[in-house]
Every structure is written in C-alpha cells, then in structure tokens.
C-alpha cells in the first residue's frame, strides 16, 4: 500500500499543515457540536489525518443520542478502525471493518500519520457503493456495508463528538488529529484530499481541501487557533465557511501541535520498550511514568545514522529515576542496557547503560535535560537548565560529554529509561509549557533552551536533509 508519511517522508511537501491536536484518553480530551438542523444522512464524506497515540481502544467521531435515540460511531479498536451504527437504539449493525486482501487492516504504526477516508452514499443499489475506505490514497474492502438506503444518523441535529463516545463506556481517543473535515451531501474520493507526490510516487501527502463544497452540516478543523471556546478562535473553529465551530472538552492550548502530516515528529514508540515493564505513555507517547516496579527503556520512533539532533526532557519528579541517551538499534536488549547518555539519579554518565563516574551536580523536579546528538562526528553533549556537563560546547565541538571512544553507537534510536517519577520529552512539538520558544535554524521546534549552532529537532523535514 502506499507509504505512510513517516521516517522516510520527503522535504517539501508543497501544501503544509501547520497545526494537529494532541487527544489524551486519561484526561478525557473531546470536542462536541450539535448542529442546528439536519442535512443528508445517507450522502457524506468524512477526512482526517491521525497518528497514533496509546494502544488503547478509542473513538474518533461518534454521533451520540441520550438513552435510546440512534447512535453511530468510527472506533479505533485496538489496531482496527470499525464503523458502527445502532439504527434502533437497542440493536448494533454489524461491525464495518476496514479490511486488506480479505483481512481486517491493521493500525499499528505510532510513528507515522494515517489517512483515512470514509465515503458513504447508501443511496447506491451496488452494496460496496455505499461505502468507500480508503487509507493513504488506497481503497481498502469492508467487512460489511450498509443497507440501501439506509439513514446513517449522521448529520443530524444532535450531538456530534470527535475523540470519544461518552455515552457509552467513555472510550476516549488518544493521539493526534489533523485536518478533520466532513463533507454533507457528497460522496468523495481519497484524490479531493490528498495526492501521491510526484518526486515519490509511493508517498501520500494531503492537499488545500479549502475550496472543497462542504454542505450544510459539513466542516472544516484544521485546529490552528489555540482559545478553548465554541467559536472561530477556538481550537475547534470551523474554517469551511459553516461556522459549525466545537465545542473544547479538556484541551488546552498546549494540546496544540505542530507534529502534523506533513512535518512529523519523533516520539515515543509503546511497542518498543525493553526491560522487565513498560512506563505509562501519556501526551502522545512524550510523557513517560514509572511505578518503582519496572525497570525498562522506550525508545524513539525515528532511527538515526547520520546529522545532528537537538532534544530535551523535562523532570516532572524530584529525584527521578530517568535517563536519556542514544542506543544500537541492533542490541537494545535489557532495561536500559546500551544507553549512553546521562542519568539524572544518580547524575552521572551512563555507559552502555551503566552509571560511570563521579556525580555531577543534582537534578531536581522541574529541570530540563538537553541532548545535542552529533552523530558525524560521533560526539554527545549534555546540558542542565541550559549549561551543558564538563563544558562541552556542541556548536564547536569540544569537550563531548560521550563520544565513540566510549563505545557510543554510530547509529540507532533515542531510549529514554525511566524507573520511578515522570519525565516528558521535547523532540520539537512539546506536551509542555516553554517559557522562552527556541527554534532550530530551519525554523521548527519550540525547545526551552537555545538550539546550537548546526543541529535540528527531529522531524521528517529535517531528517530528509540531514538524516
């Protein structure tokens, strides 16, 4: 199938999405709209971009009665994207699975955007014209299709929510969401949304659905604004023209992000943890707990052999039990084995995952950590709240706090080890308040701390020119 805008994503994509919104299930992060009328409940066409968060079960837009009115929902149900529909209030249809080559497709990948299309004309006499999926570019077999003619719900004038179904089990949706727009009164195709790029032909990218006819009840989140309320400077405004504005459920301007489709971040991957437990992933898989009771490392979901990098990590606890460094892709066995970095308890280096040497001053709750990550010269620079360990300078290049003579893989992944406490991480597009906003010299990221001279947050954008 086409390829998902992940590590290998090209530089420029000719139409950019700036903006995507961060959903956390543990804080029940939603938005509602109950539109004022009704428009076509059998001709419609929903789009979005998402990247996985958690692995957890959740939806992503739902129409929702009380008691026994009719309900609808598009459900991430672990690695399937289901359509339901309960047209009685009492009686489920079967489940709609998207499906590949006569098995249900799997979303599994948290390193990259997924593009889904579902269009539904239930008008049509042909079953498998009554609904159409397709995933980047690609359309996909269903399990089951709807009835003809068949009124779907959607579109109707009551409640409409993107990221859960509250009523019904609270299963809330956890990742990230771009370019959210719904189509009433058309059945559209993947190609008035997105396009293979011409450079790489396999790569799905999106396009300016702008001038798109987005009918009655139709609208248009690209979730650029940052206020919380139901209207156009709010995180749920409607750019389409309908004014169809959402309503803001536990989402602050800090769920706010520029890891999008078209620029895509490195976080942390769930299915990639070594050790004897894994943390609590939280905050799109940036934010990092440990319970005292398990002893493991995540790592990054972008591989690097080549460039310089920029990261930081913010310590949510005193006294923390965590670590950051750079590990062999190839030997990432144990714990927090073939790290080489720094941990922050008991603050000193760490040696293919062994502490080593005397303790360097204290790392304390609410202290960032910074990386500069030299891998073209084999080099590893540390910093404490903006003053980097042994007065390495990573602009010129002297004093590395590791090196390759250290034994330091020349390629591999970010591992972050965390025993006890919290930690979040800032690969660019950070879960947390920055007082101060740095960028790279290419103008992306928001880090605490300056970026040195000649290194770069780790992006696909970036990676296509330095990685």
Known sequence: MPLILGTNSIKDTGFDVSNS???????????????????????????????RGTVASGNIYTYQGEGNEIRSEFILISNT????????????????????SGSNFLFRDHSAWYHVVMAFDTTQGTAANRLKVYVNGDQKTMSAYPTENFDTGYNTDIEHAIGTYIHAGNTFFDGYLAEFCVIDGSQLAADQF???????????????????????NGFYLQFKESGTSANASGLGADTSGNTHHFTVSNLTALDQSIDTCTNNFATFNPLDNTGTGAPTGSEGNLKLTGDAGTNNTWNSTIGLSAGKWYVEVKMLASNPDASLGFRSQTNTSGSHNNIYGFDANPDRKKINGANSGAAIGSTSQN????????????????HRNGTYLSSGDPANGTNPFIQTSDGMPTEGVIGGHIYNGSVEWNFGSPSFSISSGNQDANGFGNFEYAVPSGYFSLCTKNLAEFG
């Open 367 to 382: 202290d960032i950590l910074g990386m500069a990550l030299d891998l073209d010269n084999g080099k590893m620079f540390i």
């Open 194 to 216: 997105g396009e293979f790029d011409s450079n790489s032909p396999t790569v799905w990218k999106p396009i300016d659905v702008s001038g798109l006819t987005f009918g009655t």
């Open 81 to 100: 994207l289901k359509i339901v529909f309960n047209p009685t209030g009492s009686s489920w249809s079967s489940d709609m699975i998207v499906q590949e």
């Open 21 to 51: 919104l961060r959903f956390n299930d543990g804080s029940s992060d939603h938005l509602k709209q109950t539109f004022s009328s009704s428009g076509n409940q059998r001709t419609f066409t929903i789009s979005f971009w998402f990247k």
